[in-house]
């Protein structure tokens, strides 16, 4: 069964850049897409990008021009660049597959992003 760690979040000025990296503890190319998600305080968690094996990707209207989701299937790896951070990207960042599975959920990483 595969898990994913997140990290690379942190505390950011508006305006500012994160990448963010998911790690794979097993092999992600057999995964048709996956997708970085984030959940803020008192709100459901969301979709904000998707990216199928092939690299064809998906962004929320929200962070459209800003993020860009990435995957390394050698690396296991999929990052998530985001530029001109904006207060309403605080969230905890969660990757998994798109759509979902329950049992992929890790512990994700904070980006918090304020002056």
């Known amino acids: 069964q595969v898990q994913f760690v997140e990290s690379g979040g942190g505390l950011v000025q508006p305006g500012g850049s994160l990448r963010l990296s998911c790690a794979a503890s097993?092999?992600?190319?057999?995964?048709?897409?996956m997708g970085w998600y984030r959940q803020a305080p008192g709100k459901q968690r969301e979709l904000v990008a998707r990216i199928t094996r092939g690299g064809s990707t998906i962004y929320a209207d929200s962070v459209k021009g800003r993020f860009t989701i990435s995957r390394d299937n050698a690396k296991n790896t999929v990052y998530l660049q985001m530029n001109g951070l904006k207060p309403d990207d605080t969230a905890v960042y969660y990757c998994?597959?798109?759509?979902?599975?329950?049992?992929?959920w890790g512990q994700g990483t904070q980006v918090t992003v304020s002056s």
């Open positions: 097993g092999s992600i190319f057999s995964i048709y897409a």
């Open positions: 998994n597959s798109a759509p979902s599975v329950a049992a992929y």
